[in-house]
Each structure stands twice: as structure tokens, then as C-alpha cells.
């Protein structure tokens, strides 16, 4: 499977795994160490903590749930010249400082 882009997953500020496009769609896998933590939790409660991938031909709704809507999203779209249908590639630019507990990178931190 060839992951086109990745985004790195923090929770608490502590990475926790890598969310990736792929050719068949996305894959979500928890980082080894993370799951050794005595402090890990779930990215979401639709992605519980495991150590096999999650694979889904959609954006899981989770992270599409990041993705600001209606007129923020407008903005983002403009600001950064993305289709508002590259779910991936706003969530990258807009999430990077989201309002909870999880934040995307680009880059590994």
C-alpha cells in the first residue's frame, strides 16, 4: 500500500500515530511507543487503541470532524488555495492547533 501523504497524529501533545493517504483510501496506525505509554488514550472513541492498522476508503469521520465547516471553511479553502474536497488537505493546514486534545502535523514534532 503507497501512502501518498501523512499527517502526525499528537494527543496531549504527545504523538500517538500516523494517519496516511493511501491508494486504497486511508489508514490510521498507532505509534509503538505511544501504545507502551502509561498514559495513552484513544485518538477517538471509533479508534480505540490496538496495534493493527485501521483502513477505511473514506476519511475516517473522526478526523473529517476536525475539518473547520461553512464560512471557516471558506476562508481556510481561499487562504490556502485548497478544493474544499481535499478532506486530507485541509485537514493538514487547518488542523494543526485544533480546539480538544488531538492536532495534526505535517512533520513529525
Do not use: H, Q
Not at 47 to 70: T, V
Not at 73 to 83: Q, T
Amino acid at each position: 500500500m503507497n501512502a501518498f501523504r501523512s499527517a502526525y497524529v499528537y494527543v496531549r501533545n504527545a504523538f500517538a500515530g500516523v494517519l496516511s493517504e493511501t491508494d486504497s483510501g486511508y489508514m490510521f496506525v498507532y505509534d509503538k511507543n505511544y501504545l507502551k505509554s502509561e498514559n495513552a488514550s484513544p485518538v477517538s472513541l471509533t479508534l480505540p487503541i490496538r496495534e493493527e492498522p485501521y483502513n477505511s476508503r473514506i476519511l475516517f469521520p473522526f478526523f473529517d470532524g476536525l475539518i473547520p465547516e461553512g464560512w471557516l471553511l471558506g476562508v481556510v479553502s481561499r487562504n490556502w488555495k485548497i478544493d474544499t474536497k481535499d478532506r486530507f488537505g485541509l485537514l493538514l493546514v487547518a488542523c494543526k492547533d485544533s480546539i480538544g486534545n488531538v492536532s495534526i502535523a505535517e512533520e513529525k514534532r
